[in-house]
T-cell receptor, first 111, second 115 residues
Framework: SQQGEEDPQALSIQEGENATMNCSYKTSINNLQWYRQNSGRGLVHLIL?????REKHSGRLRVTLDTSKKSSSLLITASRAADTASYFCATDDTGNTPLVFGKGTRLSVIA | GAVVSQHPSWVICKSGTSVKIECRSLDFQATTMFWYRQFPKQSLMLMAT?????????EQGVEKDKFLINHASLTLSTLTVTSAHPEDSSFYIC???????????FGPGTRLTVL
């Protein structure tokens, strides 16, 4: 069964705007990861945040993690049309276990 | 990061035929690989965990006799969809995990269309 939920399910913004996607999960985790998936393509790993971390940055990406609320957010700043994709959060509880994915947010960035 | 390949990248077959999908870990040995399925506009759902040298572990609701998994070597796992039906049409993705990276590496996926 799926661990978490992303919201919104779909998001449409103008190029240059920031996009914020949220992910909630149900059980305790070891790590939380965000992936991007372009239509019909495989997954691209964006960022991993460990359960003892609260915030992480990578380029235009900012991820926060609130383990007390069992939630995470992904912020993409200064969005570009190329950022159009589905974004998934995924959690794991220990090493070498499969990831459990949320349902994803479909982001459309309009030029 | 590690490289995982899948073959074929897409396949179209007739209903009732069997289709084999290969997943290869190209630059490290993977004792464990995972197979996911993704229906259009939905999230990835774990199908099974493939263990080298032993039987795969299937998720609830996944028929082990229909989705045959063979992990014969440390770099290759295969998923065979037997007697495929149109409802099996999906995107199948495998992944491996290198524990030191604490990250899963995904293959590019295989799109299966059953007519």
């Amino acid at each position: 069964s799926q661990q978490g939920e992303e919201d919104p399910q779909a998001l449409s913004i103008q190029e240059g705007e920031n996009a914020t996607m949220n992910c909630s999960y149900k059980t305790s985790i070891n790590n939380l990861q965000w992936y991007r998936q372009n239509s019909g393509r495989g997954l691209v790993h964006l960022i991993l945040i460990r359960s003892n971390e609260r915030e992480k940055h990578s380029g235009r990406l900012r991820v926060t993690l609130d383990t007390s609320k069992k939630s995470s957010s992904l912020l993409i700043t200064a969005s570009r049309a190329a950022d159009t994709a589905s974004y998934f959060c995924a959690t794991d509880d220990t090493g070498n276990t499969p990831l459990v994915f949320g349902k994803g947010t479909r982001l459309s960035v309009i030029a | 990061g590690a490289v995982v390949s899948q073959h074929p990248s897409w396949v179209i077959c007739k209903s009732g035929t069997s289709v084999k999908i290969e997943c290869r870990s190209l630059d490290f040995q993977a004792t464990t690989m995972f197979w996911y399925r993704q229906f259009p506009k939905q999230s990835l759902m774990l199908m099974a965990t493939s263990n080298e040298g032993s039987k795969a572990t299937y998720e609830q609701g996944v028929e082990k006799d229909k989705f045959l998994i063979n992990h014969a070597s440390l770099t290759l796992s295969t998923l065979t969809v037997t007697s495929a039906h149109p409802e099996d049409s999906s995107f199948y993705i495998c992944s491996t995990e290198r524990s030191s990276y604490n990250e899963q590496f995904f293959g590019p996926g295989t799109r299966l269309t059953v007519l």
